[in-house]
């Protein structure tokens, strides 16, 4: 693991004296691979943070929500996770193309406790792997470079209150995004969300806003 810590990491650990607790710490957590208790906890999981980087080098974040055991752990050097429908932007699915270097950080905000997981992607346009995704338009294949765990101290202890309502169902049907029957939008939105969005009855942005603050995303 010699390798873990950059230059500049380095340089900062010296300033701050903790160099020696840094080199403690990735002998005593840093790993290669998943355990069979880091992937029970990756299976347990309905979210994570996933981060990317663009050509630009600039960092992009992003939640990524589904039901538990939405990210699936085939082997311990490599996880899977679906793309659902999003807003089009396909910045995350965009970075991965182009650089594929991939942070992926997993909490439970229950029992605090996190575990960070970061290696290289793959966009998985078809095949098995994706076919097991009801609604899915694309798998995301993550060789794992280094897991490690994290100090929980900072974590908020909260309780998840429901699942959300757009989930893919069983069949791969996906309720319609809200936003998706604003009136600005519907001649860029795709035929069939169009034809949708005009069979549920369109909203102008300020309902979409007044709906949201309400509860109703």
Same mark, same amino acid.
């Given at each position: 693991m010699a390798d873990f810590y950059t230059d500049t990491q380095r340089t900062l650990q010296d300033e701050f004296q903790t160099r020696g607790l840094a080199d403690r710490l990735s002998e005593a957590i840093l790993s290669e691979e998943l355990t069979a208790e880091q992937t029970a906890f990756i299976h347990s999981r309905n979210m994570f943070f996933l981060?990317?980087? /663009?050509?630009?080098?600039?960092?992009?974040?992003?939640?990524?929500?589904?039901?538990?055991?939405?990210?699936?752990?085939?082997?311990?050097?490599?996880?899977?996770?679906?793309?659902? /429908?999003?807003?089009? %932007?396909? %910045?995350?699915l965009g970075n991965i193309e182009a650089k594929a270097k991939v942070g992926l950080l997993f909490i439970d905000f229950e029992t605090p406790q996190r575990m960070r997981v970061r290696g290289e992607a793959r966009l998985l346009r078809d095949g098995p792997m994706l076919a097991s995704y009801p609604g899915a338009s694309i798998a995301?294949?993550?060789?794992?470079?280094?897991?490690?765990?994290?100090?929980?101290?900072?974590?908020?202890? %909260?309780?998840?209150?429901?699942?959300?309502?757009?989930?893919?169902?069983?069949?791969?049907?996906?309720?319609?995004?809200?936003?998706?029957?604003?009136?600005?939008?519907? /001649?860029?939105?795709?035929?069939? /969300?169009?034809?949708?969005?005009?069979?549920?009855?369109?909203?102008?942005?300020?309902?979409?806003?007044?709906?949201?603050?309400?509860g109703d995303g």
């Amino acid at each position: 693991m010699a390798d873990f810590y950059t230059d500049t990491q380095r340089t900062l650990q010296d300033e701050f004296q903790t160099r020696g607790l840094a080199d403690r710490l990735s002998e005593a957590i840093l790993s290669e691979e998943l355990t069979a208790e880091q992937t029970a906890f990756i299976h347990s999981r309905n979210m994570f943070f996933l981060s990317t980087v /663009d050509e630009q080098g600039f960092p992009s974040s992003s939640y990524k929500g589904g039901a538990p055991g939405f990210v699936r752990v085939p082997n311990s050097r490599t996880l899977v996770f679906p793309n659902y /429908d999003g807003n089009g %932007m396909f %910045m995350s699915l965009g970075n991965i193309e182009a650089k594929a270097k991939v942070g992926l950080l997993f909490i439970d905000f229950e029992t605090p406790q996190r575990m960070r997981v970061r290696g290289e992607a793959r966009l998985l346009r078809d095949g098995p792997m994706l076919a097991s995704y009801p609604g899915a338009s694309i798998a995301v294949e993550v060789e794992i470079e280094r897991v490690w765990q994290n100090c929980p101290r900072y974590v908020h202890k %909260m309780q998840p209150v429901e699942q959300s309502p757009y989930l893919p169902a069983e069949d791969g049907s996906v309720r319609l995004a809200l936003w998706k029957r604003i009136d600005l939008v519907q /001649d860029v939105l795709p035929a069939a /969300d169009q034809a949708e969005a005009e069979a549920l009855g369109l909203i102008t942005a300020e309902e979409y806003e007044a709906r949201v603050a309400g509860g109703d995303g």
